[in-house]
């Protein structure tokens, strides 16, 4: 089984930074995909932002671009999402994933193209 966790929520004034960390552990079975969501309550998981396989793809939902940025760590399987000027509106619980990819090439932003998910960490901005 592989295991997903999260890292660096937490509280931040509205146009503060957060950064999120997140590793897979357990048995990983080369490089996945990776990918963070959010949800807020009541609402499906949307896409936040996704990197491919390989690293060379990104993509970005619509609400985070401009603002966020996703980048591979140090180490295999793990991610990082900068996230820069945040809102009120961002404040939700964020959730990471990781897919064992088809494509080497294919950043996925489908909730249904992940097979592992973390529990999520907490962010919350305040005005």
């Known amino acids: 089984q592989v295991q997903v966790v999260e890292s660096g929520g937490g509280l931040v004034q509205a146009g503060g930074s957060l950064t999120l960390s997140c590793v897979l552990s357990?048995?990983?079975?080369?490089?996945?995909?990776l990918g963070w969501f959010r949800q807020v309550p009541g609402t499906s998981r949307e896409i936040v932002a996704s990197?491919?396989?390989?690293?060379?793809?990104?993509e970005y939902g619509d609400s985070v671009k401009g603002r966020f940025t996703i980048s591979s760590g140090h180490a295999e399987n793990t991610v990082v999402l900068q996230m820069d000027s945040l809102k009120p509106e961002d404040t939700t619980r964020y959730y990471c994933?990781?897919?064992?990819?088809?494509?080497?090439?294919?950043?996925?932003?489908?909730?249904?193209?992940?097979?592992?998910w973390g529990q999520g960490t907490q962010v919350t901005v305040s005005p």
């Open positions: 990197i491919s396989r390989n690293k060379k793809s990104i």
């Open positions: 994933a990781a897919a064992f990819a088809l494509y080497d090439g294919k950043a996925y932003t489908r909730e249904s193209e992940y097979d592992y």
């Open positions: 357990g048995r990983t079975q080369g490089t996945y995909a």
